[in-house]
């Protein structure tokens, strides 16, 4: 079941009420919606998660957490899927991404080795910058709409597999 699998997964959440990082939002964290779990809550987590894990930005996390607050979702898995994008595989999924834009706009993708440096940093967004950005605001979207009803079918999938057997358990027993 979804439902197990994720909680073993996530961590409680009192250690989230305690984490430093997450203090500026306050006492909103107390709400007990943001940390039930249920098929609503689990795939707007999903959904919100994998939408930010797209973004090329450093503060994930605190948008991730900023916006499951006012849609009352999960707040650790809605925290935990934006850890799709870590320091080993962001290079592939945001390579992904450059690609992705640069075929929408219709440019070559360009080949580029990496330095870091500020001078490459700024350099490179006028270069392969709009590609980039664009790829990862189209997979941002594409890939939190899919992982929202994605986790949601999955949840109902696996609660009508466990009625079926329950079903199929009492016959059993009945005959």
Not at 7 to 31: C, Y
Not at 45 to 54: K, M, R, S, T
Not at 84 to 101: D, E, Q, R, S, V
Not at 107 to 136: K, Y
Request: charged content about 15%.
């Amino acid at each position: 079941m979804p439902k197990k699998f994720i909680k073993r997964l996530l961590p409680d959440h009192q250690s989230i009420k305690n984490n430093r990082a997450l203090k500026v939002f306050g006492t909103i964290l107390h709400e007990p919606n943001l940390w039930h779990l249920n098929r609503k809550s689990a795939a707007g987590a999903f959904g919100i998660g994998l939408f930010f894990a797209f973004w090329p930005v450093p503060f994930q996390m605190w948008l991730s957490a900023a916006a499951a607050i006012p849609c009352r979702v999960n707040l650790p898995l809605s925290i935990a899927t934006v850890w799709i994008t870590n320091p080993f595989t962001m290079p592939p999924i945001f390579y992904g991404a450059y690609l992705i834009g640069s075929t929408v706009l219709g440019t070559d993708s360009q080949a580029f080795h990496f330095e870091p440096t500020w001078e490459w940093v700024v350099n490179s967004l006028s270069t392969i910058g709009p590609a980039f950005l664009l790829g990862c605001g189209i997979c941002s979207v594409v890939f939190g709409i899919a992982g929202y009803y994605s986790l949601n079918w999955l949840w109902r999938f696996s609660v009508r597999k466990a009625w079926q057997a329950r079903k199929l358990k009492r016959s059993q027993n009945a005959a």
